[in-house]
Every structure is written in structure tokens, then in C-alpha cells.
Antibody, heavy 122, light 115 residues
């Protein structure tokens, strides 16, 4: 059974940084692209970032480009999202999601974690 | 104009069919896109339902009943999620998604009420 467990969220002041983590199990982590998708309170889904199976390619939404960095450690079956220069509009539940193929560009989100909440406020 | 547009709400009766649309912006040809559909219930993460590009390029999510199916309406430039034999547990938010301009783009979601 695929399991994705996010952590690292919390209350953070504007301008500060945060690192989200996602621990994966139940599948061959290094065979799949991975994604981060967020959902602001009461709002819809927004794709944030994706990474290919071997970290060879990454992509970002325009809204986070230059501030967010996605990475993965296949030896630890873990996905990360480094967030800098946090803004109030980054407040959201951040989901880790497993893709359905090697490359994030051709890989929708097949399995999802429960999410970790990031709240940006002074 | 948004890349992908979904009606904000839809109501249907138990046992009936519901057709949820995902309209692509003018100039973006639905025929060339693989459309993903997700269901989200309150307090839960989204669940992958299916993806559809054509009858020869489609995939059903694991454990997703066959009464959930995908199609396209080329005349409307839209992807369609058809839910037949509606049940009370189908009441949820439904999102479509496409890959466009180097990003995954979600529609705003449709809240389906079964009453």
C-alpha cells in the first residue's frame, strides 16, 4: 500500500523559510516522479512543483518559481520542498503526491498524502 | 481567461447520471490533452479517479468503479467526467487537470451535490 506522510508544516512569519518533507513507502520510490500540490483554506488545488524519478528535471508553478526548491533523496525514500521568502498567500495545506510515471511532465498525481499545513502570519 | 474552467456547482438526483465538464480556453485544443480527474471529499486528500485522452489512451484509478468514465466533447472543447448511477457518497468536489505550458493546471473544481 502506498503511504505518503508529510511533515514540517507550521506557523511561520512572513519572509521566513521552511522545509517540508514527505516520507514514502509501499512502492519503489525511485521509479516514480513526485509532486507537491497545495490547497489554500476553502480553495481549490494548485500544483506547486514536480520532480522526475532521478532528479534530472524539476518544474515549478510561476507563483513559486525562484522561492521554492523541490528535491528528493531516493536512498531515504523522501521528497522535500524548501520554501523561502514565505508570503501570506503561501498559507495552505501542502500535499505530497506520487506520479504515475518517471517524469513529472507526463505524470499526473496518482496517490496523495494527508498534507501538512503551512500558515504564514506575523 | 483561465486555462481550464469548471462550473462551480452541479446538483443531481440519486440514481441519475451527472456530466461534469472541464472546458479548455479557446485556442487550446482539447483533443491533444490528457485530462485527469480527481474527487475530493471534505477533510480528505484528493483521490485520482481517471485520466482520459481518447478511448485508446485512458486509465482508471485503482478501485474506482466503472460508473466513473471520461470522454471529450470536441464541439465544446471540453473534457467530461460522467458519473452514472449516482450515489450519496459521490457528493464531493471534482477537479480536472491538464499539462499546459510546462505546468500542471487544475480547474477550479465542481461541487457535486446529490439530492
Amino acid at each position: 500500500e502506498v503511504q505518503l506522510v508529510e511533515s514540517g508544516g507550521g506557523l511561520v512569519q512572513p519572509g521566513r523559510s521552511l522545509r517540508l518533507s514527505c516520507a514514502a513507502s509501499g512502492f519503489s520510490f525511485d521509479d516514480y516522479a513526485m509532486h507537491w500540490v497545495r490547497q489554500a483554506p476553502g480553495k481549490g488545488l494548485e500544483w506547486v512543483s514536480g520532480i522526475s524519478f532521478n532528479s534530472g528535471s524539476t518544474g515549478y508553478a510561476d507563483s513559486v518559481k525562484g522561492r521554492f526548491t523541490i528535491s528528493r533523496d531516493n536512498a531515504k525514500n523522501s521528497l522535500y520542498l524548501q520554501i523561502t521568502s514565505l508570503r501570506a498567500e503561501d498559507t495552505a495545506l501542502y500535499y505530497c503526491a506520487k506520479g504515475d510515471s518517471y517524469y513529472y511532465e507526463s505524470s499526473g498525481q496518482q496517490d496523495w498524502g494527508q498534507g501538512t499545513l503551512v500558515t504564514v502570519s506575523s | 481567461q483561465a486555462v481550464v474552467t469548471q462550473p462551480s456547482s452541479l446538483s443531481a438526483s440519486p440514481g441519475a447520471s451527472a456530466s461534469l465538464t472541464c472546458t479548455l480556453r479557446s485556442g487550446i485544443n482539447v483533443g491533444t490533452y490528457r485530462i485527469y480527474w480527481y474527487q475530493q471529499k471534505p477533510g480528505s486528500p484528493p483521490q485520482f479517479l481517471l485520466r482520459y485522452k481518447s478511448d485508446s489512451d485512458k486509465r482508471q484509478g485503482s478501485g474506482v468503479p466503472s460508473r466513473f468514465s471520461g470522454s471529450k466533447d470536441a464541439s465544446a472543447n471540453a473534457g467530461i467526467l460522467l458519473i452514472s448511477g449516482l450515489q450519496s457518497e459521490d457528493e464531493a468536489d471534482y477537479y480536472c487537470m491538464i499539462w499546459h505550458s510546462s505546468a500542471w493546471v487544475f480547474g477550479g473544481g465542481t461541487k457535486l451535490t446529490v439530492l
